[in-house]
């Protein structure tokens, strides 16, 4: 027989973790590549999922990666580079302790937890990092 293209929603490999919960073995998590989009010439656009079973019992998908490379936490379609469905945490500094601004790069965050005022997230210019409340540097 001849073969025919895959379509979008094919799972096309996935790799499952199994525990064993005393009387059986239980899908814990899973590791999905699924064909997403239109495919064509050396062309089978896919996305990367990521499933786990919650602590409440909930088995699902927790985390896509598409294949234009947005990445959704708690979110099956991701608009930008990274989306998530909560609240996000930035690395947090002493003043001391801050990467270099210009290694980090220009839009990179911090949360400074020892400024003056307060503690405060910070953004790189690409030379130094200033505060996000009033752009001043941070000192």
Known sequence: ????????????????????????????????WVVDGTVSSSLVPT????WTLSTGGSYGEKMRLTPNGD????????????HTDG???????????????????????????DE???AVLAFSDGTSWRRVTDRAVVS
Request: positive net charge.
């Open 71 to 82: 990445l959704g936490v708690g979110v099956n379609s991701p608009s930008v580079r990274i």
């Open 47 to 50: 996305r990367i999922e990521f």
């Open 116 to 118: 003056a005022g307060g």
């Open 1 to 32: 027989s001849s073969k025919s293209a895959v379509a979008s929603g094919d799972v096309i490999q996935s790799f499952f973790g199994q525990g064993h919960d005393g009387s059986a073995y239980v899908s814990c998590a899973n590791l999905r």
């Open 87 to 113: 609240p996000m945490r930035v690395g947090q500094y002493a003043k001391a302790a801050l990467p270099s601004a210009s290694t980090s790069g220009a839009g990179a965050i911090a949360y400074v937890s």
